[in-house]
């Protein structure tokens, strides 16, 4: 019988909350006060709380919204299409927006996010992501903001999902095979 995964730790929730506090110090520094601070879910979720509240502490308060994605499904590859599955509410017009979502590898689900909130009128649109995958881009995009790179694995955890599982662990990990 095929025992319970062991998750490995790659990121522990000392190093997260660490360098959380330290992007929210260059955020509050970078961007404006009428910032609109937009979670990409469902991935992003725990990042984008943690990182709302690192940012009142730094003296930032921002509004924020939630635009949630589907370019996965339930498998470790990129389907290569994304979709809107629940659109954000707030209007965009001339506004500063920071999209936050949890890793970064094809691009092409922050592309496509982008795309969008700039041909809804927003007047500009920079990239905060907690992790990045180097090697895997398909998309032309960079981020502005990057807590840490990562591996080549697929990582769970602190909002990242495995088939919907995962999500709850307070660090990030990687999926030993269980045999
Ligand atoms: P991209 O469109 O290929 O950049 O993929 C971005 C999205 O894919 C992320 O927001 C995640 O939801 C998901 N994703 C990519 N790599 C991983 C991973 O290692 N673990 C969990 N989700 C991932
Ligand atoms: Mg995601």
Redesign the pocket.
């Known amino acids: 019988m095929p025992g319970r995964p062991t998750v490995t730790v790659r990121f522990s929730a000392a190093e997260i909350a660490a360098r959380v506090d330290v992007m929210a110090g260059e955020l509050a520094v970078k961007l404006p006060a009428d910032t609109l601070v937009v979670s990409?879910l469902?991935?992003?979720f725990v990042f984008a709380a943690d990182l709302i509240r690192a940012l009142s502490r730094a003296g930032a308060d921002w509004s924020m919204d939630f635009l949630t994605l589907s370019?996965?499904g339930t498998k470790?590859e990129?389907s290569g299409r994304?979709k809107v599955v629940r659109d954000i509410v707030d209007d965009v017009r001339q506004r500063e927006v920071l999209l936050v979502?949890?890793?970064?590898?094809?691009?092409?689900?922050?592309s496509f996010a982008k795309k969008l909130l700039l041909e809804r009128g927003a007047k500009h649109v920079s990239i905060c992501t907690l992790?990045e995958?180097p090697g895997?881009r398909?998309?032309q995009l960079d981020a502005d903001f990057v807590g840490f790179q990562?591996g080549d694995?697929?990582?769970?955890g602190y909002g990242?999902?495995?088939a919907h599982r995962f999500r709850g662990l307070p660090y990030i990990g990687v999926v030993e095979k269980t045999s």
């Open positions: 990409v469902k991935g992003s370019s996965y470790t990129s994304v979502d949890d890793i970064l590898e094809s691009g092409l689900t922050l992790l995958k895997k398909i998309a990562c694995e697929f990582l769970v990242l999902d495995w």
